[in-house]
């Protein structure tokens, strides 16, 4: 229990570190899918565990899928950190269980029971509530929900293709995506980011690195350390204590204006993400 906790209180601070990180976006995943790579690398060899190249093979191709998928998740939810607050781009990228409700029936072939459709508009009218439209608000920042929103619909394809995987330890697979999710995103950066403008300061150096090693390796260490010993409820309770932090922390910490309407978006979206766990299929 108390390293999943630790997990999800970790994820939940990355918005505050990436808001500060001066590079692309683009840069910054591919730092954190290579760093993370190598961290988890690292961890298998201190366990002396190797990984199961047989399995690896025989869900190579959900594999891929998920990795580039998870590349450019991270780009759009870096993205919407910069466009709109931690707090609005969070809880546009929690979203993604709702944006997994909708694609179900087509995808994973699905019913979809009337419980789940009511928590599907519940988060539809969240959502709302966060971008402002209701109040007519100058300051709607549609462009940070929509990255949010991309961003959710790529990790909703992360957990598809998940799904599909078969008799694959989860840090194979973490290892696999990460490096799959680097390895894509390599060649792009090196075409379209100019190396020669950028000038990291220390600063931005160190949070990169955080990013990519705790972040990413240690919490992944963390999160796959701990799912064995916990029971599937408990870990979709507890999974919202990132989203709850990184709000928090966008608030309290930022000081990032939120509405009254924002707060009960807030609660509308993450309510019915949560719900949605718990209604039958």
Not at 233 to 260: G, N, Q
Not at 263 to 268: C, S
Request: hydrophobic share 55%; proline share 4%.
């Amino acid at each position: 229990m108390p390293q999943y906790l630790l997990a999800m209180t970790i994820f939940g601070t990355i918005g505050l570190f990436v808001k500060f990180i001066e590079l692309p976006s683009t840069v910054i995943a591919l730092s954190r899918g290579a760093l993370g790579t190598l961290f988890l690398l690292l961890v298998l060899k201190l366990l002396k565990r190797r990984i199961n190249t047989a399995s690896v093979k025989s869900n190579f191709k959900h594999l891929v899928i998920a990795g580039v998928a998870l590349g450019l998740n991270w780009i759009f939810l870096f993205e919407a950190y910069r466009l709109t607050s931690v707090a609005t781009a969070t809880l546009a990228y929690y979203m993604a269980p709702i944006i997994l409700i909708l694609l179900s029936p087509i995808l994973l072939h699905e019913r979809i029971p009337l419980g789940k459709w009511i928590c599907v508009i519940c988060a539809l009218f969240g959502m709302s509530l966060i971008s402002g439209v209701w109040e007519g608000s100058e300051n709607v920042a549609l462009d940070g929900i929509t990255m949010g929103l991309i961003a959710a619909c790529f990790y909703a394809g992360v957990v598809i293709n998940n799904k599909f995987l078969k008799g694959l330890d989860p840090y194979d697979s973490s290892i696999v995506q990460l490096a799959v999710a680097a390895i894509v995103l390599l060649p792009y950066v090196l075409f379209t980011v100019d190396f020669s403008v950028l000038k990291p300061d220390t600063t931005t150096i160190g949070l990169t690195l955080a990013v990519g090693i705790l972040h990413t390796g240690v919490a992944y260490w963390l999160y796959f350390s701990a799912l064995p010993k916990l029971e599937a409820a408990r870990i979709a309770i507890f999974s919202y204590i990132d989203p709850a932090i990184a709000i928090l922390l966008s608030v309290f910490v930022l000081m990032e204006p939120m509405t009254t309407a924002g707060v009960i978006g807030a609660v509308l979206i993450l309510g019915a993400a949560l719900a949605s766990e718990f209604v039958e299929r």
